[in-house]
């Protein structure tokens, strides 16, 4: 035991400074897990404002798609083939 000098059995340890290392481990325990909460709700919320500006260009891009006129050449052609009706 000597080789450990932190090391205090569990015996030993009055119950007081056992349940005041408790409360302390948990209080820990519980910051780390608010961290992880918090942590993982930013990253949600970055998450879908990017999906939402994704989703946003994705349907500019087609109502742009849509205005944008036919090539006048290939209607004829295709008219000319028997194929525009």
Known sequence: MADFPGYVPVLLEPLADRKRRWARESADAW???NEELQARDEKT????TLRLAKEAAE?????QA???PRD???SRS???VGGGR
């Open 66 to 68: 849509a205005l944008v």
């Open 45 to 48: 919320a970055r998450l879908k």
């Open 78 to 80: 295709r008219a000319a």
């Open 72 to 74: 006048k050449a290939k």
């Open 59 to 63: 349907v500019e891009t087609a109502a």
């Open 31 to 33: 910051t780390h897990h």
